[in-house]
């Protein structure tokens, strides 16, 4: 790839320092691309919104932010309108609407189509292939895997729109679908192929098409020690912010750190 | 975006009259495009067939037709050998493949993917990642949302190509699987995830895995008003014909006008 | 497309007789494109691995391989370090990640997302929208269908990463989602749908969520002739090497050469 040649960035972009931007990629009006960040080949930001194609003359792009050390990789399309926090990663030919609210640290795999008005916490991973419904609010430490679809719409068509509320810790396995307005709680697993029709409490693994609550998590066996795998936080730590110092230790500074706040 | 500035028309192609193309858009042979429509860019229009590549000095185009006042939105491609009505809507990363013949009014979402050989009638909406097999027959007014698909080897692999039929006003939701033959009567209703193996009756609600007949649509309530949400018709307008004047008054009207023609 | 015309190949490529390179796609170093091979527009080939970004000055891309008489079609990208034997053939869109190891006479549909570390046989097909997770081994003749996913992870999120095993002529139709670290028997047939957690022996037919057993694949009727159509290969010869001969004559023939080889 050759950085910063043959892209085409609006004046009334601000991009910060040490910024790499990819062949053919656009940058639209608005767009305030954080310190560090590369934007890879092929990418449009600030995608203009749809009202734009029935106003050419008139139309004014919302602003959209990407914070610093941010990876956006290629073929990836952000409409104008969004806001990402800092080491934002994206994978290759992602989709994300306007009024995205997503906070730092947070990742979205290839392929995956965030349909806007949503907000999605820290720290969250979103692998492969996602569909994240309009109005779907996602906590932090949030996984979600290839395949699953948040959707908000309880009698189609209507014009009713509830999304979905994904609790802190809570995973979400491959192609599991959540119905309309149900909350996961914190700490909860979906298991794969679950049709989530129902709230599922904290720390609950339900399974099956409709899900069924099976156990706690805490009774699932971790394959690398004796004990139980979950909460995850205590056996898994890549990229998490607590490192190797454990999340336990982690949370009693962290919670200090928020008391001071 | 900057218009008809950086993109590739072949003189073979007719464009109607104030038709936008945007960046890196290429349009082959035989493409013909209906006043006032918009080709985002990146867009590949009359995509030549496979048999392009193996006979690419002999090989012609077949025509390929978009309809007026319709918006492709960027990163579709459509192959040659199809034809889209008017008002006809796209996401982004659409692919559909040839003799695909969409009627008026419709719209298919971002990375759809239509496999060719099919069709589907008027005010139809494939919401983002639909799959449409081969050789399915789409009715008017139906909508499909996202991760859905309708299959078509009932004996895989096999020389049978048998595509799912689905009846006006159908609605299939999220994550659905429609086994091949398959028939969805007029205003059915398959729930998120079912794997629909059996024909289904006008009105049916379906859910499961397998599928299995739950009640009359009728029996669901609106989230809206008292009584029930279906058939929809009654209570959704957004985008459709009826518009204020209300499904049975339009269907009156419609029915007159039918009948003189 | 204007054929090796606006595209652009590194010099550290090796690229052979008679390839046809389409508009703005990128070949990176180190890869080597077999003869009488297509690659479509706006592809991306030896894509560099993450650890570029964060070492730019100092990466060296690992070879990357393409088979003759291979056909990638538009939008797709190959990481570096993967290999793909003669008559490779991609969809649209395609992305594949690095230490993919796929072999002869296979195809791989359009939007589908191989996650790298993982391998193939010959003569397999992925249809569109397969996603491969992580140290999955697929066998030879094998089938997978749309949105099947081939998941790694037993304890999410973990550290463990169990690829499933898919053995040879196996059918995974579509939708269907198969557990980290499960095996599927040879000629099994996994029905639409199904989620399959627990392994599939030989031969036999799977169906739901969870899959269970249903019966032995010669006991599913042909919709072609009397009898049944599994094992399919008796059925079935578009593209397979048996073609006309007939699987019987050929799996003798071929018998013969290996053991002579």
Redesign the interface.
């Known amino acids: 790839?050759k950085f910063n040649h043959n892209c085409?960035i609006s004046r009334k972009a601000r991009i910060g320092k040490d910024v790499l931007v990819g062949?053919?990629t656009?940058i639209y009006d608005n767009v305030e691309v954080g310190d560090n960040t590369?934007i890879a080949?092929?990418c449009?930001i600030g995608?203009?919104l749809s009202s734009y194609?029935y106003s050419l003359k008139s139309y004014k792009n919302p602003p959209t932010k990407i914070g610093p050390n941010s990876?956006v990789r290629?073929?990836s399309?952000i409409y104008a309108g969004s806001s990402f926090g800092s080491n934002f990663q994206t994978?290759?030919?992602v989709?994300i609407r306007e009024h995205s609210f997503i906070g730092d640290n947070c990742s979205i795999g290839?392929?995956s189509?965030i349909?806007g008005y949503i907000t999605i916490g820290n720290y969250c991973?979103l692998h492969?292939?996602v569909?994240i419904?309009q109005k779907s609010r996602i906590g932090n430490f949030v996984?979600i895997?290839?395949?699953v679809?948040l959707?908000n719409?309880?009698?189609?068509?209507?014009?009713?729109c509830l999304g979905p509320i994904i609790g802190d810790y809570a995973?979400i396995?491959?192609?599991s679908?959540i119905?309309p307005g149900i909350k996961i709680g914190e700490n909860a697993?979906v298991g794969?192929?679950a049709?989530v029709t129902r709230n599922v409490a904290n720390m609950s693994l339900v399974?099956?098409?409709?899900a069924k609550y099976i156990c706690k998590v805490t009774e699932?066996k971790?394959?690398?020690k004796n004990g139980s795998?979950?909460p995850?936080m205590h056996?898994?730590n890549?990229g998490m912010p607590w490192g190797q110092i454990g999340y336990t230790k982690w949370l009693k500074t962290n919670l200090i750190h928020k008391s001071r706040n």
């Open positions: 790839m085409n062949d053919n656009i590369i080949n092929n449009v995608e203009p194609y990876l290629s073929h399309i994978g290759h030919r989709t290839t392929l189509d349909q991973r492969s292939n569909h419904g996984f895997y290839p395949y679809v959707t719409d309880p009698t189609p068509p209507s014009n009713v995973q396995a491959t192609g679908v119905l697993l794969a192929g049709i399974l099956g098409n409709p699932i971790s394959r690398e795998h979950y995850w056996n898994f890549k």
